[in-house]
C-alpha cells in the first residue's frame, strides 16, 4: 500500500494547491467507507477504498489548472480533455509509490458510468470495479451537495434525493449502490471533524439521533451554526436538518473545547 509519511505529503500538496478540492477528497472518501460498511465488505477493503477516496483526484496536481478562476462551463465545453486527463495522470503519479491493483483501478476509473457513457475506457455495467463504482456515488453526492467543486450554489438534500433516483441510478450510477446509499443518507449523516488524534485532518461520518448534541457544534459547509453543543436535537428538528438545509453539515469542536 502507500505509508503513512507519503499519504500525508500527497495530502498536504493536494491542500496546497486546492484547499477545497481537498476536502471534497476527504468527504468522498467517507462516503465511500461507509457504502463499503453497509455491504459488509471485508476490513481490507474498506481500507482500501477509505484511501482511494483520498487520493482519487490526486491526478488535477499534475494539470496547469487554476480552480480559483475555473467555472463548471469550461469542464463541460471548453477543457473537457484537459479536465478529463485527471484520472490517468492520478494512476500515473500513485502506480509509482504503490502497486495496490484496487486502489489504482478505481482512481482510473470513478468518472465511468453505469450506462457506458462515462471516460476514460467507457466501461459498462459490471465492466466497472465494485470499487470504482462506490467511489462514484461518493464523488457526485458530495459534488453536488457542495455544488461541484468550482462554486456553483449548494443544492437541497430532498433534491439531490430525487437526482439520484430519478436520473443518476442506472445511468451514471449502479443502481443497487444507489439504494443502499439512500438508506444511508435517512440515517442523518453529518462529517465530525475531530481535534485531537488527527494529523492529517481527516473527517469522521456520524450520524445523528434525537438527543443532546455533545460532541460539538453542527455547522453549515460555510461554519454557521445550525445546532449549538448541549441542545437538544428533536426527531423534527433531524428531518428538518436532512430535508432543507443545503450543502454538507460538520460538527466542530468549539474553540474553548480545543484546549
Not at 489504482?104 to 459498462?124: C, I, M, R, S, T
Not at 456515488?137 to 457542495?146: R, S
Request: proline share 3%; hydrophobic share 40%; charged share 25%.
Amino acid at each position: 500500500m502507500i505509508n503513512s509519511g507519503l499519504l500525508e505529503i500527497l495530502l498536504l500538496a493536494q491542500s496546497k494547491a486546492d484547499a477545497k478540492l481537498a476536502w471534497h477528497s476527504k468527504r468522498v472518501a467517507c462516503y465511500a467507507l461507509e457504502l463499503a460498511k453497509e455491504l459488509g465488505l471485508s476490513a481490507d477493503f474498506q481500507k482500501h477504498i477509505f484511501l482511494t477516496g483520498l487520493v482519487h483526484d490526486i491526478g488535477f496536481l499534475k494539470l496547469d489548472v487554476d480552480f480559483a478562476q475555473i467555472s463548471r462551463d469550461m469542464t463541460l465545453h471548453t477543457d473537457v480533455d484537459l479536465i478529463h486527463r485527471h484520472v490517468k495522470e492520478g494512476v500515473s503519479l500513485l502506480s509509482k509509490i504503490m502497486t495496490h491493483t484496487d486502489v489504482l483501478d478505481a482512481v482510473q476509473h470513478h468518472h465511468e458510468k453505469f450506462n457506458g457513457e462515462g471516460y476514460p475506457d467507457g466501461l459498462k455495467g459490471d465492466e466497472i470495479s465494485l470499487s470504482a463504482r462506490i467511489l462514484a456515488v461518493a464523488d457526485l453526492y458530495d459534488a453536488m451537495m457542495v455544488g461541484e467543486m468550482f462554486g456553483e450554489e449548494r443544492s437541497i438534500p430532498q433534491d439531490i434525493v430525487h437526482h439520484l433516483t430519478a436520473e443518476s441510478s442506472g445511468a451514471e450510477l449502479d443502481p443497487e449502490l444507489v439504494k443502499v446509499f439512500l438508506g444511508i443518507l435517512q440515517r442523518n449523516p453529518v462529517f465530525y471533524f475531530p481535534i485531537k488524534n488527527n494529523e492529517l485532518n481527516l473527517y469522521k461520518l456520524v450520524y445523528l439521533v434525537p438527543g443532546k448534541l455533545e460532541s460539538g457544534d453542527l455547522c453549515d459547509q460555510l461554519g454557521t451554526i445550525l445546532v449549538k453543543q448541549g441542545a437538544e436535537l428533536t426527531q423534527h428538528i433531524l428531518d428538518n436538518i436532512r430535508s432543507n438545509y443545503p450543502g454538507q453539515k460538520i460538527i466542530y469542536v468549539p474553540a474553548e473545547s480545543q484546549s
